[in-house]
């Protein structure tokens, strides 16, 4: 799996740009490093191990040639050749005892790189430069190597087709550790090859289920530490969300009781407007009529100048009751939320006597009576929009829910002559209705075109609505 993360990188404008890059998880990392770094120990290990058993089987393939090879060379110790009766003495040892059998080859070379003696008379004589091999043979080491026949003298052994094991060993001067010869042999050694090639196999299964142990004993830490981060991360989320809907609540009962209060201060209102002003006028008016009498007697008097002010009065009198009584909203806890809603409607026609279409089909028989307060005020402030701005034409009413979606609806045919208020108005009741509906989790819509009416629309998804907490 590759995850993908964010960088920000300047383009050629100096401009900071985000580009999605991919990213290759750290597990995927580390046992790619792991694999590598134990596959290298691995043939690191096989080579050790291999070099030991060569120098094994070398020591003491060396130990058995060198008892009767090293007599007959020491005349190389007064000059770098052998004579023709070392020659024949050595050919005649090597075939009595080893060669044929176990000893596919042998060469001894001098300092400077000549091959002295041979088994294949034809190489004898012939000088070629120092290679590595021999070079670490004369400084005094002695090195075996497994079916390395890549040097140009070596085009005999090739052709044997079998696996030859290759030493080298430095030849002695007696009494002395001066090197004046090396004999270079060539073991025929199938098992050795098949011992070395089983412990590289060994050497490689135990490095690699190593690996393998390793690899799933980290994805397994790292798995169980993702999973100690992502349970910490979930229970400070869980937190987070419990935190959340509690001060979510503490909203909603702050909204509710806002919505109290307002209507408490309303009914105020009302109730001091009913208690003060209208009573002061009614008080005025009943002067007035007192007055009636007065005027007849009083010629200087002008007719009519004491109706008119009583005309005023009464006026101002219905428009203070109407007012008061649209401050006071009726007892609507006892009430359903479609009796609510209908209320609304009826007392609208009864003080403006117009005509309320009302299509209200089927709610939720029990409500929150936050919720029924805020939707007959909807409907209260609506249907004065409607009437004071289009006359009262083509008022409605419409009402329905349908999967826990509470539509409620009010609308009028025009004319749009009048002033309109919008949401984004001074108008404080359309601002009022949208605080109202958004602070209960609802939506507030509202649409007006010319010649085609208005259209207010409140939205509450009762699912998700909470209920108010103490």
């Not at 046992?31 to 191990?49: D, E, F, K, N, P």
């Not at 040639?65 to 007959?72: E, G, N, T, V």
């Not at 993702?226 to 959340?244: G, I, M, P, Y």
């Not at 279409?357 to 919720?371: F, I, N, R």
Request: proline share 4%.
């Amino acid at each position: 799996m590759v995850a993908r993360r964010l960088v920000r990188r300047v383009d050629g404008r100096g401009a900071w740009h985000y580009i999605r890059v991919r990213e290759v998880p750290p597990i995927v990392v580390i046992s790619v490093t792991l694999a590598c770094g134990m596959a290298l120990l691995g043939i690191w290990i096989g080579g050790r191990m291999e070099e030991g058993i060569l120098q094994r089987a070398a020591s003491k393939t060396v130990l058995n040639m060198d008892s009767f090879i090293k007599p007959i060379v020491q005349g190389m110790a007064e000059r770098p050749i052998l004579s023709d009766n070392a020659r024949s003495a050595l050919t005649a040892v090597l075939n009595r005892m080893v060669l044929g059998q176990d000893v596919a080859a042998i060469k001894i070379w001098s300092p400077q790189g000549e091959i002295v003696y041979s088994n294949r008379s034809e190489l004898i004589g012939r000088t070629y430069p120092l290679f590595p091999d021999l070079r670490h043979a004369f400084n005094g080491e002695l090195v075996a190597q497994l079916d390395d026949l890549d040097d140009e003298e070596n085009e005999y052994e090739r052709s044997l087709g079998v696996h030859l094991l290759e030493i080298y060993a430095p030849l002695r001067e007696s009494g002395t550790n001066r090197i004046i010869a090396v004999a270079e042999f060539y073991e025929i050694r199938d098992e050795l090859w098949a011992e070395v090639l089983g412990i590289r196999l060994q050497t490689y299964a135990v490095v690699g289920l190593m690996a393998a142990a390793m690899v799933g004993l980290l994805s397994r830490l790292m798995s169980r530490q993702k999973r100690v981060a992502l349970e910490k991360r979930v229970t400070e989320l869980s937190q987070l969300l419990a935190h959340n809907r509690e001060l979510q609540c503490r909203i909603q009962n702050s909204h509710h009781r806002m919505a109290e209060i307002n209507e408490l201060f309303l009914r105020r209102v009302s109730a001091e407007l009913h208690d003060a002003p209208a009573q002061l006028i009614g008080f005025a008016l009943l002067r007035l009529d007192a007055l009636r009498p007065l005027q007849k007697t009083q010629p200087s008097a002008e007719p009519g100048e004491l109706e008119v002010i009583r005309t005023a009065l009464a006026d101002s009198l219905d428009e203070i009751r109407n007012i008061s009584a649209g401050l006071a909203a009726p007892e609507i806890e006892d009430l359903s939320l479609t009796e609510a809603l209908t209320t609304a409607a009826v007392r609208h026609a009864e003080r403006t006597g117009t005509t309320v279409h009302c299509e209200v089909g089927k709610l939720p028989g029990t409500a929150d009576p936050s919720l029924k307060m805020c939707l007959y005020r909807f409907a209260q402030e609506g249907l004065n929009n409607a009437f004071r701005h289009a006359d009262g034409n083509g008022q409605a009413l419409r009402a329905h829910c349908e999967d826990g979606l509470l539509v409620v609806e009010i609308s009028d045919d025009g004319p749009t002559s009048g002033v309109k208020q919008t949401p984004t108005s001074s108008g404080l009741g359309l601002a009022g209705l949208r605080g109202r509906i958004e602070s209960l989790g609802g939506l507030f819509e509202f649409t007006s075109q010319p010649h085609l009416g208005t259209r207010l629309t409140a939205r509450f998804n009762l699912a998700n609505t909470e209920p108010a907490y103490a």
